[in-house]
């Protein structure tokens, strides 16, 4: 019944190390989203992607990156990860309902949460 | 200035209770709203959206939407323990290419039983 799948529920990394969070999702959704969840700050939109290969900055793109080489499959990377990267990283995926179609209505993960040491 | 404030609790009634959870923004051109809930270890689930002012019910739930005030508000009828969780508002204008939401930060709510 799962239907959007983060690899990785729990990861404990160094300082500077380059880490990947993989998300997959099986309702062939056009768009893909990547969150990272604070206390105190709520939810805040990384990168989001409304098409294989392409990808827009959300309001907190500075350190990561992403990448989108299939549909179905969404990936957050931080290039050199740091201890204010600590946090519970969601994916979402939704489908594209076109210009002025409609609410955007996320289907999200299980999230991931990265430690940062 | 947060464009989407919540109380972020906690907050804990008895079984039974009627719960009200709020929210309000600052952005006049949001159009949708929604809340998820989002249990323990877990990622947030929609639970109720609207389009624009006026209310909707689903069950035990009615959600409210004050464009006028800025305000979104979530009711919860006849609380149970199984609704402990997070509630989160999200709210989103549309644009061309698809439409991003904003979210509050979360209100935790505790229902004893």
């Known amino acids: 019944d799962v239907k959007v799948t983060q690899s990785s529920r729990y990861l404990v990394k160094r300082t500077g190390e380059k880490v990947f969070l993989e998300c997959v999702q099986d309702m062939d959704h056009e768009n893909m989203f990547w969150y990272r969840q604070d206390p105190g700050l709520g939810l805040r939109l990384i990168y989001f992607s409304y098409d294989v290969k392409m990808k827009e900055k959300g309001d907190i793109p500075e350190g990561y990156s992403v990448s989108r080489e299939k549909k179905e499959r969404f990936s957050l990377i931080l290039e050199s990860a740091s201890t204010n990267q600590t946090s519970m990283y969601l994916c979402a995926s939704s489908f594209f309902l076109g210009q002025g179609a409609g609410a955007n209505v996320l289907t999200f993960g299980a999230g991931s949460r990265l430690t940062v040491l | 200035q947060k464009e989407v404030e919540q109380d972020p609790g906690p907050l804990s009634v008895p079984e039974g209770a009627i719960v009200s959870l709020n929210c309000t923004y600052s952005n006049s051109a949001f159009q949708y709203f929604m809340w998820y809930r989002q249990y323990s270890r877990k990622g947030p689930e929609l639970l109720m959206y609207?389009?624009?002012?006026g209310n909707k019910e689903d069950g035990r739930f009615t959600a409210q939407v004050d464009k006028s005030s800025k305000y979104i508000s979530l009711f919860i009828r006849d609380s149970q323990p199984s609704d402990s969780a997070t509630y989160l508002c999200?709210?989103?204008?549309?644009?061309?290419?698809?439409?991003?939401?904003?979210f509050g930060e979360g209100t935790q709510l505790t229902v004893n039983p």
């Open positions: 609207t389009y624009s002012s």
């Open positions: 999200a709210m989103s204008v549309v644009e061309t290419s698809g439409s991003r939401l904003t």
